[in-house]
């Protein structure tokens, strides 16, 4: 398994924008959704000057979602910043991609990091973590992805087609949906886990190859990736709730759409119980594995034991009259031979029968 690790932290001054992912060849593109309850417009593959334009003559009070793909681009990223006006450092957080989860929130930006989970794509043994980044400052959301992905096009959906709440809430509920979003792909992650865990916690109880022991350690490692990456997005949770709880007045987040957040915490707290519960069957799959396979070794040597047992009287008797001796008169009686592989044949017969009223074999 190709284990996921968080980089090392960039020795770089904090207002320093350097990208140091993964996918330095993806080409850029950005995408703008502006809506509201009754009208809605989507903007592809368009320059930055031509998207400011569009925003600066959009409605105030329409949700502006500003999303942008590839972030290898440092001229752009600071071009980005300036319109938004949005601070150095937070830009600089956004490439910084070693970092936990987080949530920051001064004057009317709020800005929040998240690790998401990519699902197999061609190797079952390999789970992939992206860093995605949100910008939210009243009406106007802003994603950072370092590549094209799936996540949110469920969102994207929902706005086209003015399906569910999405088009009559604020920009405060389209961060909670795309996070939401992201918690979803978590949860298709750790289906596929829990489906190898099964698998292999069969194979346990009926196979004896080392190669489920290796198994078993890639599948704990991957538990122990996902947990990793949510631990922090639920503190996170808790703290933006309990912060914008002790505030009398509105955050970034409005008191209407902070309530949603909850959801996701409970979630968080869902796919914890879920990760310990399949990591516990992991440790009964091992546990199980080095039980059967000592009682299997008991079983060998159980059976090599009673072989042994067995020749030993026969071995005794065939040493015995091996003797080289002048003076050894059974050697000289006639029917000799056939009257000891009697006794030795009785012996075996005598033994046999006894080990199986003690029931040991």
């Known amino acids: 398994m190709r284990r996921v690790k968080y980089k090392k932290t960039r020795k770089l001054q904090p207002n320093s924008l350097e990208y140091s992912g993964s996918f330095p060849e993806v080409p850029i593109s950005m995408q703008l959704f502006i809506y509201d309850e009754g009208t809605f417009e989507e903007y592809n593959d368009l320059s930055l000057k031509e998207i400011e334009q569009i925003m600066l003559t959009a409605s105030p009070s329409a949700v502006k979602w500003f999303n942008l793909h590839g972030l290898h681009d440092i001229a752009l990223l600071k071009e980005v910043g300036n319109f938004f006006k949005i601070e150095a450092y937070i830009m600089a957080e956004i490439l910084n991609f070693s970092r936990r989860t987080r949530?920051?929130?001064?004057?009317?930006?709020?800005?929040?990091?998240?690790?998401?989970?990519?699902?197999?794509?061609?190797?079952?043994?390999?789970?992939?973590?992206?860093?995605?980044?949100?910008?939210?400052?009243?009406?106007?959301?802003?994603?950072?992805?370092?590549?094209?992905?799936?996540?949110?096009?469920?969102?994207?959906?929902?706005?086209?087609?003015?399906?569910?709440?999405?088009?009559?809430?604020?920009?405060?509920?389209?961060?909670?949906?795309?996070?939401?979003?992201?918690?979803e792909s978590y949860f298709v992650a750790l289906d596929?886990?829990?489906?190898?865990?099964?698998?292999?916690?069969?194979?346990?109880?009926?196979?004896?190859?080392?190669?489920?022991?290796?198994?078993?350690?890639?599948?704990?490692?991957?538990?122990?990736e996902v947990k990793r990456a949510i631990i922090p997005l639920r503190e996170v949770l808790y703290n933006l709730k309990s912060q914008h709880d002790k505030k009398n007045t509105d955050c970034v987040i409005s008191k209407a759409s902070i309530a949603f957040f909850d959801r996701l915490q409970y979630k968080s707290?869902?796919?914890?119980?879920?990760?310990?519960?399949?990591?516990?069957?992991?440790?009964?799959?091992?546990?199980?594995?080095?039980?059967?396979?000592?009682?299997?070794?008991?079983?060998?040597?159980?059976?090599?034991?009673?072989?042994?047992?067995?020749?030993?009287?026969?071995?005794?008797?065939?040493?015995?009259?091996?003797?080289?001796?002048?003076?050894?008169?059974?050697?000289?009686?006639?029917?000799?031979?056939?009257?000891?592989i009697g006794v030795m044949i009785t012996l075996v017969i005598v033994m046999i029968s006894y080990f199986k009223w003690r029931k040991w074999f």
Do not use: C, W
């Open 269 to 340: 707290y869902e796919m914890l119980d879920q990760i310990d519960y399949n990591l516990n069957k992991l440790d009964s799959a091992t546990n199980y594995f080095f039980s059967s396979q000592s009682n299997r070794m008991n079983e060998i040597m159980k059976v090599l034991t009673i072989v042994s047992v067995i020749f030993i009287p026969l071995t005794f008797i065939v040493g015995v009259y091996g003797m080289n001796f002048e003076n050894m008169p059974e050697l000289k009686t006639e029917n000799g031979y056939f009257y000891t």
């Open 192 to 224: 596929l886990i829990e489906d190898n865990v099964e698998h292999v916690l069969i194979e346990a109880r009926t196979k004896y190859h080392k190669d489920i022991l290796v198994r078993i350690e890639e599948y704990t490692q991957q538990l122990q």
């Open 103 to 183: 949530v920051e929130e001064l004057d009317n930006t709020l800005f929040f990091s998240v690790k998401a989970i990519l699902p197999y794509q061609d190797d079952e043994a390999t789970l992939d973590i992206e860093q995605i980044s949100f910008i939210l400052q009243d009406n106007v959301l802003l994603s950072f992805q370092e590549k094209r992905g799936a996540f949110f096009n469920l969102i994207r959906e929902r706005i086209r087609t003015k399906t569910g709440q999405i088009r009559k809430k604020d920009a405060g509920y389209l961060l909670y949906g795309l996070l939401d979003s992201l918690m």
